[in-house]
């Protein structure tokens, strides 16, 4: 792995060379536990391509690249409801978990940073809008300054005050993320409290009675034309909700968001639906622990289109090709 400092030398006008500086992971043999029950653990099947249903997929095409981003925090707490509060977060378990997870992935090229100060967020959120299909995991803690919302980068304390007073806004994000009028494929991952649809999304799957449906959130315009970017937001979180998490296994959407592989044959209703029974059972085992305190968690997942909830390949077909499982050591 490498520090940021190595990648920022890149020449960020061009992603190929910029990409030099990435770690290549697809195929490579899985190094980390992956905490999850025997019943996720079934041997998997062989990955193959599928029909596209997704428009301006580029499987097969360009090399898939990751960002995993997130804060540690260490040594810093806030005050809540005029108590000092850690603020420190077992950010290098949830990265160790996402890497795995994208292992299988054909010639991903990747960056994990446990560490991100606000201009190297920047510089590498701007490599998530080029036409390479891109992952974005991003997990840490998020606030208001200013009558915003913010992500809170390393450099965000002020430790006079000891207070956040400095971040990345969810509306700068959005504009680095957006690439105008270009294709684009993006998945992105959040595990954080109130960072739901902060891409301001048109659609947001819901669940009744085991069938899934695309619902139009409030950003959805009627008459518009549809997004060039194809773009799925799988957030920890609901609107105003918040994330919740173990000193011993991290954070529990992320744990159970990497339980089911990329290229398990599930659609996004099922895949949703299995990713909020492990939250909720996180969460329960939590709340019987001594001094446990009931939690409420429920995840929610975004999108720029009304994609095919029949397809049970959707995350490979955003294109992100699979390694076949008879090619890994």
Sequence with gaps: MFGAEDFLHQDKSALTEATKSFIHIGGRPNRYPRFSSSKHNKTPTSSRPRSNTLQ????GILSAQIFMLSNTYEGLSWTEDDNAKTMELESEKDLARVENWASRIKDVQAVKLGQVDRETMRKLLRLCSKKT????YLSGH????????????????????????QGVSFKEMRKLLSPGNKAHSLLLITDACNMSNFMELPFVLRVKGGRGYWEKTEHYVEGS?????????CASTE??????????????????????RIDEELTLTKRSTE?????????????????GQPLD?????????AFDLNDTNMLVNLGFPCVPNDSLP
């Design 133 to 136: 299909p891109t992952i974005l």
């Design 225 to 233: 034309s549809e997004m060039d970017q194809s773009i799925i937001h």
């Design 56 to 59: 301006g997929s580029f499987y």
């Design 297 to 305: 968690q429920r995840h929610e997942i975004y999108s720029s289109k």
């Design 239 to 260: 609107s105003t909700g918040l994330s919740y998490g173990s000193r011993t296994k991290g954070g529990f959407y992320t744990q159970a968001f990497c339980n089911y």
């Design 275 to 291: 990713i909020q029974k492990d939250m909720s059972a996180y969460m329960k085992a939590c709340a019987e622990m001594p001094d």
């Design 142 to 165: 998020t606030t208001k300054i200013a009558g915003e919302q913010v992500y809170l980068p390393a450099d965000c304390f002020d430790a006079e005050k000891r207070i956040p007073v």
